[in-house]
Nanobody
Framework: VQLQASGGGLVQAGGSLRLSCKAS????????VGWFRQAPGKEREGVLC???????NAARSVQGRFVIRRDNAENTVWLQMFNLQPEDTAEYYC????????????????????WGLGTQVTVSS
């Protein structure tokens, strides 16, 4: 089982990025998938997740700016980020929950079983 996050980079404040989480060894459509981030000196925090039913759960700090979307044909989950701000600078990780609830998903990292390596997002002011 492998999750690979990619798409990070350097962007100016107000810009956009799209991160992808591609899986091998499992079908993401059978898992809740979450995006998390960790900035230097800070704890990891949940950003956005998508449940089996397609419902999403977003951290207040990204509501209205970040969107999560499944692409089952590509076995990928996308994180589209708009209006990025310097406080969004962090290493971003995707994770899969193998025992999810159908309707909802959690932003608690302890709920997730499989983790990929991160991708760095840096937003300059």
């Amino acid at each position: 089982v492998q999750l690979q996050a990619s798409g990070g980079g350097l962007v100016q404040a107000g810009g956009s990025l799209r991160l992808s989480c591609k899986a091998s060894g499992l079908s993401l459509e059978n898992y809740a998938v979450g995006w998390f981030r960790q900035a230097p000196g800070k704890e990891r925090e949940g950003v956005l997740c998508v449940s089996l039913s397609g419902n999403t759960n977003a951290a207040r700090s990204v509501q209205g700016r970040f969107v999560i979307r499944r692409d089952n044909a590509e076995n990928t989950v996308w994180l589209q980020m708009f209006n990025l701000q310097p406080e969004d600078t962090a290493e971003y990780y995707c994770a899969a929950d193998r025992d999810p609830r159908f309707r909802d998903c959690s932003l608690s990292s302890s709920e997730f079983d499989f983790w990929g390596l991160g991708t760095q997002v840096t937003v300059s002011s």
